[in-house]
């Protein structure tokens, strides 16, 4: 007679072991394929800024001078103009969409509803949100620098290296290219006037700022918690669109406030821990932590404030 073989096999107690044991590695697993996936991003985000970096020295050698930041063919209303990203198109390998643009008709125009509606990779940071309103037009997470003062829309004080209506050129940016930001991050508001973003909404600040230390007391001073203050924007589309323009009022990633008529904080903003990217003139790109000294940070935004930066972004 056959002896028989005694099956092994495992207990309730083993099996709940094990499947603990599993659970414990998924949870250590999945922030490092989190992390790993958001360095991925990140990176691919600074390669953006720096084709558009390159984009903006070839529009320089080209035309001798840098794009606008608010220019062309504006409506009656006096609506803004377009965007320095929509002319440096052709040098970064997208002078098919250039040529759908019809610059002397306004950015409105229905013949230009094509271009307006496109998305462009490059134009967008992988970290961010997907465009929450894409019938408003295709999006843009990185703006033009237009300077460190909070009356944003007067050319005159505009003491950046791209302002409205004018073309500025690199001789003209006198603190140096590389001590002079041009382009920044900023992320996309949430496209709703029913919900509030606090880290990404335009809030309507009350009382006339004087000064860009007295925009940001009376931006943090707004109830953000109150729907009525929640100002009627919706930052970063389309990317045709001139108004779409960052200030070195205030440090990265804090609030974002407007004050009628012409006056605002806008600062630079993003999805990634700690900081956003920023874009200097000569092309190189670097992370600007949100601790940055706020002096520091207002020094870089401008073109020819003649300081001198005492240290390193």
Excluded at 78 to 107: M, T
Excluded at 143 to 170: C, E, T, Y
Excluded at 256 to 275: D, I, L, W
């Amino acid at each position: 007679m056959k002896n028989k073989k005694s099956r092994s096999g495992f207990t309730l107690v083993e099996l709940l072991v094990v499947i603990a044991i599993i659970g414990v590695l998924v949870g250590l697993l999945l922030p490092a394929v989190q992390a790993a996936r958001e360095a991925a991003r990140r990176m691919q985000c600074s390669n953006n800024m720096k084709q558009i970096g390159l984009g903006l020295h070839n529009y320089h050698s080209s035309y001798k001078s840098l794009p606008f930041a608010w220019g062309g063919t504006r409506p009656p209303n006096n609506s803004p103009g377009y965007s320095a990203l929509s002319q440096v198109l052709p040098f970064i390998e997208q002078s098919a969409l250039h040529e759908q643009i019809d610059f002397a008709k306004p950015l409105t125009d229905p013949v230009n509803s094509a271009a307006r509606l496109t998305e462009v990779h490059t134009f967008r940071c992988p970290s961010d949100l997907d465009n929450p309103q894409p019938q408003t037009g295709g999006a843009t997470n990185y703006m033009a620098n237009v300077g460190s003062q909070h009356i944003w829309q007067d050319p005159l004080l505009q003491d950046g290296p791209f302002i409205r209506a004018r073309q500025l050129k690199f001789r003209d940016v006198l603190d140096g290219l590389s001590n002079t930001a041009a382009f920044a991050e900023r992320m996309l508001t949430d496209g709703s006037n029913g919900m509030i973003s606090v880290e990404s909404d335009v809030f309507l600040g009350s009382g006339d700022p004087l000064t860009p230390d007295d925009a940001i007391r009376l931006c943090y001073e707004t109830d953000v918690d109150n729907l009525a203050t929640q100002f009627p924007i919706f930052m970063g589309a389309p990317w045709i669109n001139g108004q779409h323009v960052y200030l070195h009022v205030d440090v990265p990633n804090r609030r974002s406030c407007g004050f009628y008529p012409t006056k605002a904080t806008m600062p630079a903003s993003s999805r990634h821990v700690g900081g956003a990217h920023m874009l200097r003139c000569d092309g190189s790109v670097t992370f600007v932590t949100e601790s940055v000294n706020i002096k520091l940070w207002r020094a870089i935004g401008t073109r020819a404030g003649g300081e001198t930066l005492e240290s390193e972004l």
